[in-house]
């Protein structure tokens, strides 16, 4: 039980373009979502929080309007990464929980973005 | 500043070795300290501590967390070429935030 998925996997870009990561609790309702990423040789850096419904809170330095999160359903979260550049290249990874994981964040297998 | 230093950052051992690897934290909000696998791909859990001195085990894996002293070892007893991988140490604050530390990259040697 308490599967993430990630779509897609891998993506690769053109600078200027925008791209959109899908993040789904397959087997359970996620009532927060929160998204990470991470630079090669670094460690995870929460971008934001999201809560089913409500508006993302982001983490000081995160553009919220280069990073545009929706959290539509209870089984699904989008990151829409706008008018990349090379800079964005990143491993991406989303996790959820829900009320009864006391505080435990199941993650996605991460999607790897290459901004060329 | 909220941070969690990890070491150390590499380590280099043989198949059979016990190894400590280490987390030191400074929070000012503290609800638990979790640790964490990470091989190719997205971390996987391996402990959520919140009582100190409470020892927590799986297998040949174990940690604990003082919080007086602000620390959490994971231990990791007859090392197998299957435990290489980076051992990520996170804090989790108020909202189920996690900040993670740059973690400690285990290579074992057959």
């Known amino acids: 039980g308490a599967v993430v998925s990630q779509h897609p996997s891998r993506v690769i870009c053109k600078s200027g373009t925008s791209v959109k990561i899908e993040c789904r609790s397959l087997?359970?309702?996620?009532?927060?979502m929160f998204w990470y990423r991470q630079f090669p040789k670094q460690s995870l850096m929460l971008m934001a929080t999201?809560?089913?419904?409500?508006?993302?809170?982001?983490e000081q330095g995160v553009e919220k309007d280069k990073f545009l999160i929706n959290h539509a359903s209870l089984t699904l979260s989008t990151l829409t990464v706008t008018s990349a550049h090379p800079e964005d290249s990143s491993f991406y990874i989303c996790?959820?929980?829900?009320?009864?994981?006391?505080?435990?964040?199941?993650f996605g297998p991460g999607t790897r973005l290459t901004v060329l | 500043e909220d941070k969690v230093v990890q070491s150390p950052l590499s380590l280099v051992v043989h198949e059979g070795d016990t190894v400590t690897l280490n987390c030191s934290y400074e929070?000012?909000?503290?609800?638990?300290l979790l640790w964490y696998k990470q091989e190719k791909k997205a971390p996987t859990f391996l402990f959520m501590l919140?009582?100190?001195?409470i020892e927590k085990k799986s297998g040949r894996l174990s940690s604990i967390l003082d919080k007086k002293e602000l620390f959490s070892i994971l231990n990791i007893t007859a090392t197998q070429t299957g435990d290489s991988a980076v051992y990520l140490c996170?804090?989790?604050?108020?909202?189920?935030?996690?900040?993670f530390g740059e973690g400690t990259q285990l290579t074992v040697n057959p």
């Open positions: 996790s959820a929980r829900f009320w009864e994981s006391y505080n435990e964040q199941f």
């Open positions: 087997d359970f309702q996620a009532t927060t």
């Open positions: 999201s809560n089913e419904g409500s508006k993302a809170t982001y």
């Open positions: 929070v000012t909000n503290f609800r638990s």
């Open positions: 919140t009582s100190s001195g």
């Open positions: 996170a804090f989790e604050t108020s909202g189920s935030r996690l900040t």
